[in-house]
């Protein structure tokens, strides 16, 4: 099942405090960017983050859920109605979430 472009624009919301927000659409989900590195994303209407140190400890009883077949596990952030809440779990990820691969060149 694809995430919706509704729920989406509900997170997106929710995090409007924040600067650098962005997403990329990848088969009917969307990856989640902070500041250029991958945080997260919407996998069947449902926000996942990688599960960082600081996230984990952000988030003690999180569970941990498949965005996927065959991807790692993530954790389940299921506080997204408190926006408070969602910047400060993505402003204490930052600094564990990996720099971005340098893209190749063609």
Do not use: H, W
């Not at 065959?70 to 408070?84: C, F, H, P, Q, R």
């Amino acid at each position: 099942m694809a995430s919706s472009k509704d729920y989406l624009e509900f997170i997106l919301g929710q995090l409007c405090e924040l600067n650098d927000i962005s997403y990329r659409a990848m088969m009917g989900e969307f990856i989640l960017y902070y500041k250029g590195k991958i945080v997260g994303g919407i996998y069947d209407d449902r926000l996942l983050v990688k599960p960082v140190k600081a996230a984990i400890s952000y988030m003690p009883n999180a569970e941990y859920e498949l965005p996927y077949d065959g991807a790692k596990e993530m954790l389940l952030v299921d506080d997204v109605d408190n926006k408070d809440y969602l910047t400060g779990l993505f402003d204490a990820m930052y600094d564990e979430l990996p720099n971005p691969k340098p893209k190749k060149k063609r």
